[in-house]
């Protein structure tokens, strides 16, 4: 990914984050931010792996660690710093690299929306919006931002492997 390409956020983007943010006003509108409401959400959250459409915690993390891999590899390859390290300590960098992280997820996240939609709509009978968000992100964009620095590190530690006599 080149640089100016990396500060452009895509329209999938942008539409992800209009679609995150909508669903967490509309999820504290309807069920409110109280301490039952968060004590059902974890008991969910705890819940939802072994239920009904679990392949969604193998597909997406699956999905995100390919897109990791592959910007890790550029970010290698660009003799970038790593991706998390980034995000964490370099305020000038940071919102670019966040940019570049929403676009290499952004249709996984909508992907876990939808599953998610359709789980609680089928086992749960009503929708979550807070719920939905907080799967989407934990099962896409958390293993991104994790795996993206250990692809770094592994294609670094290879390159230098291969370029030793």
Same mark, same amino acid.
């Given at each position: ?8 956020? !895509?329209?999938?983007?942008? +539409?992800?984050? #209009? ?7 509309? =999820?504290?509108?309807?069920? @409110? /931010? ?44 660009? !003799?970038?710093?790593?991706? +998390?390290?980034? #995000? ?7 919102? =670019?690299?966040?940019?570049? @992280? /929403? ?63």
């Amino acid at each position: 990914m080149t640089r100016s390409s990396s500060q452009d956020l !895509g329209l999938l983007a942008r +539409f992800v984050l #209009v679609i995150l943010a909508a669903l967490i006003v509309t =999820g504290i509108m309807w069920h @409110g /931010l109280t301490f039952r409401t968060i004590a059902r959400l974890w008991y969910d959250l705890v819940e939802r792996p072994t239920g009904p459409m679990r392949f969604r915690f193998i597909l997406q993390p699956v999905m995100a660690t390919i897109a990791a891999v592959r910007d890790g590899r550029a970010d290698a390859l660009a !003799g970038r710093t790593p991706y +998390f390290a980034t #995000v964490v300590s370099n305020k000038h960098e940071r919102a =670019g690299r966040l940019r570049e @992280g /929403l676009n290499a997820t952004a249709r996984i996240i909508v992907l876990g929306l939808v599953m998610d939609l359709i789980y609680q709509t089928l086992v749960l009978q009503t929708f979550y919006p807070n719920e939905a968000v907080i799967i989407a992100l934990l099962l896409a964009f958390i293993p991104y931002l994790i795996i993206r620095g250990i692809a770094l590190r592994v294609y670094r530690s290879y390159a230098s492997a291969r370029s030793r006599p």
